[in-house]
């Protein structure tokens, strides 16, 4: 299973680090991943980092604001956002290669 963190209310500009830990299956193994969906829209890949060699994806929503980094000895995956923009407030998931989902986390990004 998966548990998504660190969600909670941020100003405008603010930062948020969004932390996923796994257990229940062998995390090495799989691309882990984060999404969001806000009211009324569509679920949205927000991040990715690969299993294997470590190579990332950003969507160019957060690209250049967000850093997403896995420790595989603690089975956890962060995404640190920065500059955070009220179009950020979501509800944040984490999944591992789209098998495994946990419960979001929601995100607010309000002044």
């Known amino acids: 299973q998966l548990q998504a963190s660190g969600g909670g209310l941020v100003q405008p500009g603010g930062s948020l680090r969004l932390s996923c830990v796994a257990s229940?299956?062998?995390?090495?193994?799989?691309?882990i991943a984060w999404f969001r969906q806000a009211p009324g829209k569509e679920r949205e890949g927000v991040s990715c980092i690969s299993s294997t060699d470590g190579s990332t994806y950003y969507a160019d929503s957060v690209s250049g604001r967000s850093t997403i980094s896995r420790d595989n000895a603690k089975n956890t995956v962060d995404l640190q956002m920065n500059n955070v923009k009220p179009e950020d407030t979501a509800i944040y998931y984490c999944?591992?290669?789209?098998?495994?989902w946990g419960p979001g986390t929601l995100v607010t990004v309000s002044s």
């Open positions: 229940g299956f062998t995390f090495n193994d799989y691309s």
């Open positions: 999944s591992a290669g789209g098998v495994y």
